[in-house]
């Protein structure tokens, strides 16, 4: 029986399956033939439970709010300055330049296939048969693992933030300990859970805020600080800016450089929270790829902007900045140009900055710990998955989310180099996560990948896509490095191999001696009466029905 609506997505089986307790065999989705979003959710296999509020702008706004910019640059700014002033503005823009290539291939994939699995999903699709489930879960786990040590950082330097401001207050009496650190973090994390669990609609207006208080702060900064260091020191020079290499590692020049790039890495790196809002975006083949890609392009130019601004205003004295008894760099570039109110002025915004930056990356983490739940990826799916019906909110992945982080947190205790691995583990287990679905796209599911709205064509796409994987490797490796050659002891050891190693042995382990049968890909959760109402045809159901009777 025809209704005489046009063919959908695809003429071919479903990823849902007819009794929806198994991963289906997937198909070739093509996203320019769903009349809509909803349409072309449902043949992806879900049914849409969220809210879609989120404009293009908002969507930029999540990933643009979690980059932060001025407060993240704060956050790593020590990272930056390990090869000197000229390694913290050239690694930022030529790892931005190869960033953006990433951001192009996550682009292309979203506007293919647009779902808050995201990653995982894209994985299971395009793996060969045989290693579908598993590194599905793999991918599932890592990135789930990279966007908590995100919400880790970014809070963590929240805390430091708060602290420095609190120290400079005093004028040095107050005593900064990592209990006193993990107190403020854990503080911050409740207070972002708390904010997090409002509806989608003021979570979406919220990356409003997000933007307008990034941009008022950045203008503030570019007019306040070069007024301030002329009136309190001088400006450095080109030379200086530009062309000083000043090594503070007893790793080589080259590759101080490179350990520079990290802060970067770890900075722009917040793009694929776009993803994760898929179904709560309006038109999302379009808009996700346009917050991934203008949230990419704008903190990238600008960034490279602070920075040369930063080099400007800086002392000379490069190792006393990296060293400053306030644990915050920038903080201590603010007090030496601007004076203490001043300081202790910008320290509180860049505080409230990053605290916009911590809710919008819990809120980007609890979509993809819902969306992996639904699938049965995660220990307690079953009440993980579980969305409030008034707030159209899936508050317990929400509670779940910030619960690991509190316990991610716990290395702050350890001291600051344990601390500085959340760095890292967000670094390598989103390069991971992001490098996966990149290869398979092009070698086992090449003749799968149907383009999306945004699409750099078959020239293009293919050589992109290789130097930005290329490109993900190198990063990885760089992220295991330690800070310094020598280690003398657990203070120099770079503790992100270990518990990113230990995360994929352990859900490894996990996923064969208990999901094995459990977690087989992605899971429909679409009744064949809610598929039917979602796409409004019949016959494409029938005939799933009998293809999947023929084949039993």
């Given amino acids: 029986m025809s209704t005489g609506v046009e063919p959908i997505a695809s003429p071919l089986k479903s990823l849902r399956s007819v ?40 969507v930029f706004g999540i990933a643009f709010s979690i980059m932060g910019l001025l407060p993240s640059i704060a956050t790593v700014l020590s990272i930056g300055l390990v090869g000197g002033p000229a390694a913290l503005v050239w690694s930022w823009f030529v790892g931005g330049f190869f960033i953006l290539g990433i951001g192009i291939g996550m682009a292309e994939l979203s506007s293919s296939i647009p779902t808050s699995g995201g990653l995982y999903y894209w994985t299971y699709y395009y793996s060969p048969p045989s290693l579908k489930a598993v590194l599905s879960f793999v ?34 009496s107050f005593e900064i300990t990592n209990g006193k ?25 919220l990356q409003t805020a997000s933007i307008v208080a990034n941009c008022g702060l950045i203008v503030l900064f570019f007019i306040a600080l070069p007024i301030g260091t002329v009136r309190n020191a001088h400006f450095n ?18 590759w101080a450089f490179f350990l520079s790039m990290l802060a970067s890495s770890w900075t722009i790196g917040a793009f694929d929270s776009c993803l994760h809002m898929s179904e709560e975006a309006k038109n999302p083949t379009r808009s996700v790829p346009f917050g991934i890609i203008s949230s990419i392009t704008v903190c990238w130019i600008l960034g490279f902007l602070i920075l040369i601004v930063i080099n400007a205003c800086i002392t000379t004295d490069i190792q006393s900045i990296i060293s400053t008894e306030l644990g915050q760099p920038l ?32 809120t980007a983490i609890s979509r993809q710990a819902w969306a992996f739940a639904r699938d049965d990826g995660l220990p307690f799916s079953s009440v993980i998955k579980v969305v409030d019906k008034k707030l159209k909110v899936p508050l317990r992945a929400v509670a779940f989310s910030a619960t690991i982080a509190l316990l991610l947190g716990l290395l702050i205790l350890a001291g600051a180099t344990a601390a500085n691995a959340l760095f890292s583990i967000a670094i390598i287990g989103n390069y991971v996560s992001w490098a996966t679905p990149q290869i398979l796209r092009f070698t086992s599911g090449k003749d799968l990948f149907k383009p999306g709205y945004f699409y750099t064509g078959k020239i293009l796409s293919p050589i992109i896509n ?13 992220a295991c490095f330690p800070s310094e050659k020598k280690l003398n002891g657990p203070d120099t050891m770079n503790y992100a ?24 890909g992605p899971k429909s959760n679409l009744s064949d009466e809610e598929y039917i109402e979602a796409v409004a045809q019949q016959d494409l159901i029938d005939n799933v029905v009998l293809q999947e009777k023929s084949s039993n």
Avoid at 239 to 248: D, T
């Fill in 19 to 58: 009794t929806s307790k198994h991963a289906g065999t997937v198909n070739y989705i093509n996203a320019k033939e769903a009349h809509n979003a909803e349409e072309l959710l449902a043949e992806i296999g879900y049914k849409q439970e969220l809210n879609r509020t989120f404009s293009p702008i908002q």
């Fill in 139 to 172: 991918i599932g786990t890592s990135n789930s693992l990279a966007l908590a040590g995100g919400v880790c950082s970014i809070t963590y330097g929240m805390a430091e933030q708060v602290l420095a401001a609190a120290s400079l207050g005093s004028n040095g």
């Fill in 181 to 205: 650190v993990y107190g403020v973090y854990a503080a911050c994390i409740f207070a972002e859970l708390l904010v997090t669990c409002f509806a989608s609609s003021a979570v979406a207006k």
């Fill in 237 to 254: 020079d080109g030379s200086f800016i530009f062309g000083k290499y000043q090594n503070s590692s007893d790793w080589s020049d080259g």
């Fill in 331 to 362: 903080a201590q570039v603010f007090y030496d140009s601007l004076g203490k109110k001043w300081a202790i002025a910008f320290i509180s915004l860049t505080a409230v900055c990053q605290f916009l930056m911590g809710a919008s990356i819990l």
């Fill in 466 to 478: 290789i130097i930005s994987v290329l490109f993900q490797f190198f990063v990885i490796v760089l």
């Fill in 497 to 520: 191999v270990v518990i990113n190693c230990g995360i994929w042995i352990l859900s490894l382990g996990y996923y064969f001696a208990f999901k094995r049968n459990i977690y087989t």
